[in-house]
């Protein structure tokens, strides 16, 4: 069964949250991290993306090197221990969840919502923590190197659990009450409130609550940060795996953000293709007509439900796709019914060529963005097409993941994801 539990976080003070969260390490490329953390010593981009306050590489050097130097992975660990020596992150008396809230990014105006706490490294590689994607190696190692460099997992993962009546009465209850954190505007214009769980002299009843509504799931499921858990779970494996609690074997815990199904916001992400192929627009449309019904539309398109796909062709405006009767069977496997799997098995492959989706050049992804902003790229010449696509559900994630299945490459886009810095999980104290 899962485990969730609480834990003496690291977490900034009232005073410093607005100027130490900072987007995920992989939201921001080196250049807007820079932009993001100047003049904010206490951001914690300085912790996470190191590379901003390194010198830049010299003459036929790559950037990324830096980064990935050792030199980079020290300046972490000396960033975050500052800002524990200045005071602007603080330990937690005693173990604590907390409760995470942000705005909806897909435009509902609802709020995503979900628990924080420490998942067992044993639990994942028990396969309790079940996975949809592949991990590439050089991801890996970056996210491996940094966990025993910082001594801290710095950043949580984003796991989905099935809907629970005990979690939504724990949540109903938190969020009722002020926030103990309330961030506006965050340093890249997002915002979130946080509430701690365990501090007060009324919560024991809610720690345990929560603690026996995770302790009864069967699983749960990497939403975002399949690279963080399998790092965690590789620098575990490094320890001699000692055994025990977080307070025993801290190396043994990695931090997550647990979100009910129903309560998460998953956008759509897009394709791109450079090319047609070797077709013509016409021809193009011409071949797909076999398994999807083509039709013009005035404006842009954003499929509205499962089987429909938006195509833009450069110079000929919009389409609407829908898949006929039969060209997915009913009894078809988890991943197979998934709209990104039907485009890349009825379009992208047999028509423009791109058979792996995961090394071809040809392919653009884009997660996040309206079809006026993928037509406007299209329109600048970098692509010949564009498809948009109806959002994964977080139930599709499930059931490919309790398939033992893997999903085709950028098929989700989970959005927001929490900030960092909030609540580090330290293996080994930074001062």
Same mark, same amino acid.
Request: with cysteine; hydrophobic share 45%; charged share 20%.
């Given at each position: 069964?899962?485990?969730?539990?609480?834990?003496?976080?690291?977490?900034?003070?009232?005073?410093?949250?607005?100027?130490?969260?900072?987007?995920?390490?992989?939201?921001?490329?080196?250049?807007?991290?820079?932009?993001?953390?100047?003049?904010?010593?206490?951001?914690?981009? =300085?912790?996470?993306?190191?590379?901003?306050?390194?010198?830049?590489?010299?003459?036929?050097?790559?950037?990324?090197?830096?980064?990935?130097?050792?030199?980079?992975?020290?300046?972490?660990?000396?960033? &975050?221990?500052?800002?524990?020596?200045?005071?602007?992150?603080?330990?937690?008396?005693?173990?604590?969840?907390?409760?995470?809230?942000?705005?909806? +990014?897909?435009?509902?105006?609802?709020?995503?919502?979900?628990?924080?706490?420490?998942?067992?490294?044993?639990?994942?590689?028990?396969?309790?923590?079940?996975?949809?994607? =592949?991990?590439?190696?050089?991801?890996?190692?970056?996210?491996?190197?940094?966990?025993?460099?910082?001594?801290?997992?710095?950043?949580?993962?984003?796991?989905?659990?099935?809907?629970?009546?005990?979690?939504?009465?724990?949540?109903?209850?938190?969020?009722?009450?002020?926030? *103990?954190?309330?961030?506006?505007?965050?340093v890249d214009g997002g915002a979130f409130r946080l509430w701690v769980v365990g501090a007060g002299p009324d919560d024991a009843p809610l720690v345990t609550?929560?603690?026996?509504?995770?302790?009864?799931?069967? *699983?749960?499921?990497?939403?975002?940060?399949?690279?963080?858990?399998? +790092? +965690?779970?590789?620098?575990?494996?490094?320890?001699?795996?000692?055994?025990?609690?977080?307070?025993?074997?801290?190396?043994?815990?990695?931090?997550?953000?647990?979100?009910?199904?129903?309560?998460?916001?998953? #956008?759509?992400?897009?394709? #791109?293709?450079?090319?047609?192929?070797?077709?013509?627009?016409?021809? #193009?449309?011409?071949?797909?007509?076999?398994?999807?019904?083509?039709?013009?539309?005035?404006?842009?398109?954003?499929?509205?439900?499962?089987?429909?796909?938006?195509?833009? &062709?450069?110079?000929?405006?919009?389409?609407? &796709?829908?898949?006929?009767?039969?060209?997915?069977?009913?009894?078809?496997?988890?991943?197979?019914? #998934?709209?990104?799997?039907?485009?890349?098995?009825?379009v992208l492959d047999p028509f423009l060529g791109i058979s792996d989706p995961r090394t071809d050049p040809r392919i653009g992804f884009l997660g996040g963005?309206?079809?006026?902003?993928?037509?406007?790229?299209?329109?600048?010449?970098?692509?010949?097409?564009?498809?948009?696509?109806?959002?994964?559900?977080?139930?599709?994630?499930?059931?490919?993941?309790?398939?033992?299945?893997?999903?085709?490459?950028?098929?989700?886009?989970?959005?927001?994801?929490?900030?960092?810095?909030?609540?580090?999980?330290?293996?080994?104290?930074?001062?």
């Amino acid at each position: 069964m899962a485990e969730l539990l609480p834990f003496r976080a690291l977490r900034p003070t009232v005073a410093a949250a607005a100027e130490v969260a900072a987007p995920p390490y992989d939201v921001v490329d080196e250049t807007e991290a820079a932009a993001l953390a100047t003049g904010r010593p206490h951001s914690f981009l =300085h912790v996470t993306r190191p590379e901003i306050d390194l010198p830049a590489a010299g003459p036929g050097a790559a950037q990324a090197d830096v980064a990935h130097s050792d030199a980079a992975y020290a300046a972490s660990r000396s960033a &975050l221990a500052a800002l524990v020596g200045a005071g602007v992150l603080a330990r937690d008396a005693g173990p604590t969840y907390t409760v995470y809230a942000a705005p909806a +990014a897909d435009g509902s105006g609802g709020t995503q919502v979900g628990i924080v706490g420490l998942v067992s490294a044993a639990q994942y590689r028990a396969g309790v923590v079940r996975t949809h994607e =592949h991990t590439r190696p050089d991801k890996l190692e970056d996210r491996r190197r940094h966990i025993e460099a910082v001594g801290a997992h710095d950043e949580p993962v984003l796991l989905l659990a099935a809907p629970d009546a005990g979690v939504d009465r724990v949540l109903a209850a938190v969020t009722a009450r002020p926030p *103990d954190l309330d961030v506006p505007e965050a340093v890249d214009g997002g915002a979130f409130r946080l509430w701690v769980v365990g501090a007060g002299p009324d919560d024991a009843p809610l720690v345990t609550a929560l603690e026996a509504a995770f302790a009864a799931m069967p *699983d749960l499921y990497v939403a975002d940060g399949h690279h963080r858990s399998e +790092a +965690a779970a590789l620098v575990w494996d490094g320890s001699g795996r000692p055994a025990g609690g977080p307070d025993d074997a801290p190396v043994g815990w990695f931090p997550a953000l647990v979100i009910p199904a129903d309560r998460a916001c998953v #956008l759509p992400y897009d394709r #791109l293709v450079t090319d047609l192929g070797g077709r013509t627009p016409q021809g #193009l449309l011409d071949a797909l007509a076999a398994d999807w019904q083509v039709t013009a539309s005035a404006g842009p398109v954003r499929p509205a439900r499962r089987g429909e796909v938006g195509l833009y &062709l450069g110079g000929h405006g919009w389409y609407r &796709l829908a898949v006929r009767p039969g060209v997915v069977p009913d009894d078809a496997p988890p991943v197979v019914r #998934l709209d990104v799997s039907l485009l890349q098995r009825t379009v992208l492959d047999p028509f423009l060529g791109i058979s792996d989706p995961r090394t071809d050049p040809r392919i653009g992804f884009l997660g996040g963005r309206t079809p006026a902003d993928l037509a406007a790229i299209v329109d600048s010449g970098r692509f010949a097409c564009a498809f948009t696509l109806h959002p994964t559900s977080p139930d599709d994630v499930m059931a490919v993941a309790r398939s033992g299945e893997v999903m085709p490459p950028k098929s989700t886009w989970f959005a927001p994801k929490p900030y960092s810095g909030l609540f580090v999980h330290e293996t080994v104290p930074a001062g």
